[in-house]
């Protein structure tokens, strides 16, 4: 008899993937989420289960990883005619391997919508009153979740590992000399248009695109390049479109097929990043990831296939196999 997809997802909780010790590639760079090696001039980029919010660690969702891995991959090859980005190759689906770049210093996040629960976000500013946000100004009267008349860019400074992003204006970017002009200017267009691609490639699946964060980095010769991951439930926030009029009309929550979904539900219990945050529970970790996968089926059009099991040793086999087949 066949499992259904919650059977699925709970049997693997014991078997959720934390994480691989590849020492064969070097020595390993640990990321809230990807672990990456420096191998020559590309990236290995192993991406886990575990899932950041509030700027901590919650814990592990079921094929998690996976789905981000092969998720960004895809809507690299949507936009790969917008501007370049990192990926070379997928050896395992758990793992890309990318261009090896600059990152540029700054985190591009933009907004089609005002919302939010993030001491960052957009509408949490708005609630305590604030009107000049970003270096933008905003009216009053604003309703949370609403449509934006145009979207913005509102730009983070990336922080050390375990710390804090800091909300900084566009033109602070260029005049704290983080970049110049010329090359912001490049970032913005680049990031507004990758932005409206990927709203109208949701929409063809019912998702409204709300916000997302893009990663830019510089490659050896000089090439801008999109890298990390793009357009992915931890990246973005996503809502289901038929629902989002009536609900927004009745004063409840947009339906959120993204990481929202557990932050809102960290909120409603009264975290919202101040201190330790409580462990994910199993029945959070597993709807979760039936959000993660409505999203990664209707953004696609293809059925999400978990990968082979256990993901660790094969993680480990498919890096070994690549290495003997591209080291000199």
Avoid at 187 to 209: H, K, M, N, P, Y
Avoid at 231 to 237: E, F, V, Y
Wanted: proline share 6%; glycine share 8%; with cysteine.
């Amino acid at each position: 008899m066949t499992q259904s997809l919650h059977e699925t997802l709970v049997a693997q909780l014991p078997h959720r993937f934390e994480g691989a010790d590849l020492d064969f590639l070097g020595d390993k760079i640990a990321g809230k989420v990807r672990d990456n090696y420096r191998v020559d001039d590309q990236r290995v980029l192993v991406v886990s289960d575990r899932l950041s919010a509030f700027d901590h660690i919650l814990g592990l969702v079921p094929f998690k990883g996976q789905l981000l891995n092969q998720l960004a991959a895809w809507w690299f090859a949507q936009t790969h005619d917008i501007v370049p980005n990192h990926l070379i190759a997928l050896p395992d689906p758990n793992v890309t391997v990318a261009q090896e770049c600059q990152p540029l210093p700054v985190e591009v996040v933009v907004r089609g919508y005002i919302t939010g629960v993030t001491t960052t976000a957009l509408w949490y500013q708005y609630a305590q009153g604030n009107r000049h946000i970003y270096g933008m100004d905003f009216p009053d009267g604003l309703q949370k979740n609403e449509r934006l008349p145009q979207p913005i860019i509102t730009p983070t400074t990336k922080a050390a590992h375990g710390g804090h992003d800091e909300r900084i204006t566009s033109a602070e970017v260029v005049t704290r000399g983080i970049m110049d002009e010329a090359a912001w200017d490049e970032v913005q267009e680049a990031a507004l248009t990758l932005f409206a691609r990927g709203q109208a490639l949701a929409a063809q699946g019912g998702l409204l695109l709300v916000d997302t964060k893009y990663e830019f980095g510089v490659a050896p010769d000089g090439t801008l390049m999109l890298i990390d991951e793009m357009h992915t439930p931890d990246s973005s926030r996503f809502w289901l479109a038929e629902s989002y009029e009536a609900r927004i009309a009745a004063g409840a929550e947009p339906e959120n097929y993204d990481k929202e979904y557990v932050r809102l539900r960290y909120a409603a219990n009264g975290y919202r990043g101040e201190g330790e945050p409580p462990p994910l529970s199993d029945g959070l970790a597993v709807a979760a990831a039936e959000r993660y996968i409505a999203c990664y089926e209707m953004l696609t059009g293809e059925r999400f296939v978990p990968a082979e099991q256990p993901t660790a040793p094969r993680v480990e086999a498919s890096l070994r196999a690549w290495w003997e087949e591209n080291r000199d």
